[in-house]
T-cell receptor, first 117, second 114 residues
Framework: DTGVSQNPRHKITKRGQNVTFRCDPI?????LYWYRQTLGQGPEFLTY????????KSRLLSDRFSAERPKGSFSTLEIQRTEQGDSAMYLC???????????????FGPGTRLLVL | AQKVTQAQTEISVVEKEDVTLDCVYE???????LFWYKQPPSGELVFLIR????DEQNEISGRYSWNFQKSTSSFNFTITASQVVDSAVYFC???????????WGAGTKLIIKP
């Protein structure tokens, strides 16, 4: 049984470049979440998918950020024209929302640490 | 609106001491879920426990125990006989049935000194 995996684990890029991160959720999970976390803070919600549908995006999410989950399995998060303020840990989580909606537990991947120079 | 408060920013104890991490939550929803996650220095958030609002039973898992009290809107976490490996940031979080997004506390950094 494998947990949530994320690639790459670390990314260093220059300001203005585009970056893409990948998340592979736990196989039977139907929900996938993206968060951003900066040092000393709790995770900040970015967006989430139920199967392949993107159901919500944070109002704080810039237009430079886009996420996809094309077949309801893995997901990608792209940041275009990166800025130094994008430097953070990007966390992915997955969960199984069962029928009846009796709650869900999000399981997190190891994160991708982004540094924008 | 929902809110989670972890008033303790940092706690430092000597190994083998017991330590309690406080979590106070606010919600008007009658169905909600409370969580604790551990984030060691490696950065990965590790799920520890989920509690449903309709189940106030306290839980014990090894050296970990959780005290859920609806009367005080608290969900406190106690580590008994702490070990250096318990050093991490611990987050309390809340979700409600109408929207399963996690509302996070600010986290408590726990330092266990040998």
């Amino acid at each position: 049984d494998t947990g949530v995996s994320q690639n790459p684990r670390h990314k260093i890029t220059k300001r203005g470049q585009n970056v893409t991160f990948r998340c592979d959720p736990i196989s039977e999970h139907n929900r996938l979440y993206w968060y951003r976390q900066t040092l000393g803070q709790g995770p900040e919600f970015l967006t989430y998918f139920q199967n392949e549908a993107q159901l919500e995006k944070s109002r704080l999410l810039s237009d430079r950020f886009s996420a996809e989950r094309p077949k309801g399995s893995f997901s990608t998060l792209e940041i275009q024209r990166t800025e130094q303020g994008d430097s953070a840990m990007y966390l992915c989580a997955s969960s199984l929302l069962a029928r009846g909606g009796l709650g869900e537990t999000q399981y997190f991947g190891p994160g991708t640490r982004l540094l924008v120079l | 609106a929902q809110k989670v408060t972890q008033a303790q920013t940092e706690i430092s104890v000597v190994e083998k001491e017991d330590v309690t991490l406080d979590c106070v939550y606010e919600t008007r929803d009658t169905t909600y879920y409370l969580f604790w996650y551990k984030q060691p220095p490696s950065g990965e958030l590790v799920f520890l426990i989920r509690r449903n609002s309709f189940d106030e039973q306290n839980e014990i898992s090894g050296r970990y125990s959780w005290n859920f009290q609806k009367s005080t809107s608290s969900f406190n976490f106690t580590i008994t006989a702490s070990q250096v490996v318990d050093s991490a940031v611990y987050f309390c979080a809340l979700s409600v049935k109408s929207n399963y997004q996690l509302i996070w506390g600010a986290g408590t950094k726990l330092i266990i000194k040998p």
